[in-house]
């Protein structure tokens, strides 16, 4: 009885503890990187663009499938860190990219977009940048889902110092500018079905990390739905999309 009491509270402790502070990675990430580095097809030595790089976490992923990858990122406290990864970065924003024309195969852009300030002139730099046949990688948040209401609603867009205009875009407002500039939609991927659950407030989560990764595994095995899919399905919290520039300019 003891024993079973002792396990009763540990567990307690550690769901408590848990949901002040999760101990692991958000669940979210989890598909994101699914599709983002093993969905998606790299190819040796291809030069890629990480436009908000952070601390270089996904250079180095990139760099372990074979790719030739290059940072940007405006903070500088941020490059320090990626700089000892040994790949390049460059101090710049992606309003104002520090490169010749055709200078990459690829551009991605993870978890970034919502920042921007001109969505317009960040489609125009990532084009510009982008050689011909080459692809724009970029992910982005579902802005109708309960959570990003809910969100919307607590902070508004115009008092988050770290929302630009961009956030009012959605995915397909997205591709819609990148179509313009004549680059297709080729892959498209829902990522983390979790709605209607608003899991956390800011920075306060209300359900612990560790049961959102449950829920979300529950909900796409139930459900039978791909992680790729053909359209921004309304039940994802997230989407990946690629997109591919047309060889020949119109």
Known sequence: MLTL?????DRARWELREWRTPSAASFLQEELDRALLDAINWRPRENVLDVGCAKGAYLDA??????????IDISLAALQDARRSGRPVVAASGLALPFAAN??????????????QY??????????????????????SNRTSPYARFKTGATGNGRNANWGFSNRWS????????????LRTRSFFSCNLVWPLVYRICDLWLIPNKWMR?????????????????????????YVVELVKHAQRR
Do not use: Q
């Open 5 to 9: 009491y002792r396990r009763i509270t």
């Open 62 to 71: 990139l760099h372990r499938r074979g790719t030739a990858p290059t940072g």
């Open 103 to 116: 200078a990459f195969d690829t551009v991605i852009c993870h978890k970034t977009m919502h920042l921007f």
């Open 119 to 140: 969505p317009e002139t960040v489609v125009s730099e990532f084009d510009r940048v982008l050689c011909a046949g080459g692809r724009v990688i970029f992910s982005t």
């Open 171 to 182: 995915a397909t407002d997205w591709c819609h500018a990148f179509a313009r500039r004549g």
């Open 214 to 238: 449950r829920y979300n595994r529950w909900v796409r095995r139930i459900s039978r739905m791909p992680l790729r899919t053909d359209h921004p399905h309304g039940a994802a919290m997230d």
